[in-house]
């Protein structure tokens, strides 16, 4: 069974940056993060597909703040998150899935789930 190492997370006051982890056995095909709230839907953050360019996607509320990338030769998974916001407070998780981003992370179907890191944003 994959095991996906969540890390990173803490308590940042607004406008300041954290980097989350997520390691892994070996990088599947997609990966990205997801995010929830309590009592809210999950929110899926950002994707990056496997390939030349590694094409990525963000959800609207994190673009041009938040950038996914990965280590190759690390088998690891990051999330740079720039000018947080309050509203990005939340339990961030790693996905992982070995099917095309369209036929997974994209469709809210991950095979393999982190266990969580918690960020907090305080105004």
């Known amino acids: 069974q994959e095991q996906l190492v969540d890390s990173g997370g803490g308590s940042v006051q607004s406008g300041g940056s954290l980097r989350l982890s997520c390691a892994a056995t070996y990088l599947r095909y997609c990966m990205g993060w997801f995010r929830q709230v309590p009592g809210k839907a999950r929110e899926r953050v950002a994707t990056?597909?496997?390939?030349?360019?590694?094409?990525?996607s963000y959800a609207d509320s994190v673009k041009d703040r938040f950038t996914i990338s990965q280590d190759i030769a690390k088998n690891t998974l990051y999330l740079q998150m720039n000018s947080l916001k309050p509203e990005d407070t939340a339990m961030y998780y790693c996905a992982a899935d070995q099917r095309p981003c369209e036929e997974s992370l994209l469709r809210e179907a991950a095979q393999h789930w982190g266990q969580g890191t918690q960020v907090t944003v305080s105004s």
């Open positions: 990056i597909q496997m390939g030349v360019g590694g094409r990525t």
